[in-house]
């Protein structure tokens, strides 16, 4: 069975710093790219970062860059993102993802159920 399970979520204050790791089994982890996408609420869906395991390659979008990095561990299947520098607007329900490539939300195959993070200022 896929799976993909997110956790490192939780409650830190404006500045600080979370890690979140998603884990994965039930495919070819290395075949696939492994996204994190996050929902505020009464936001949409935004694709924050993206890695393609195949080669290493990562992506961010512009309102995260230089905020946020994503590893991955081929040996654990498992994905990270770290994020420093925590604003209150990183508040979200964050989501890992997988997809043959790096692309739209909608396109991402697998999806994990989530981990909350919420920021005070």
């Known amino acids: 069975e896929v799976q993909l399970v997110e956790s490192g979520g939780g409650l830190v204050q404006a500045g600080g710093s979370l890690r979140l790791s998603c884990a994965a089994s039930?495919?070819?982890?290395?075949?696939?790219?492994i996204g994190w996408i996050r929902q505020a609420p009464g936001k949409e869906r935004e694709g924050v970062s993206c890695?393609?395991?195949?080669?290493?390659?990562?992506y961010y979008a512009d309102s995260v860059k230089g905020r946020f990095t994503i590893s991955s561990d081929n040996a654990k299947k498992t994905v990270y993102l770290r994020i420093d520098s925590l604003k209150p607007e990183d508040t979200a329900v964050y989501y890992c993802?997988?997809?043959?490539?790096?692309?739209?939300?909608?396109?991402?195959?697998?999806w994990g159920q989530g981990t909350q993070v919420s920021v005070s200022s």
């Open positions: 993802a997988a997809h043959e490539y790096c692309g739209y939300i909608h396109e991402y195959t697998y």
């Open positions: 039930g495919f070819t982890f290395d075949d696939y790219a």
């Open positions: 890695i393609n395991n195949s080669d290493g390659n990562t």
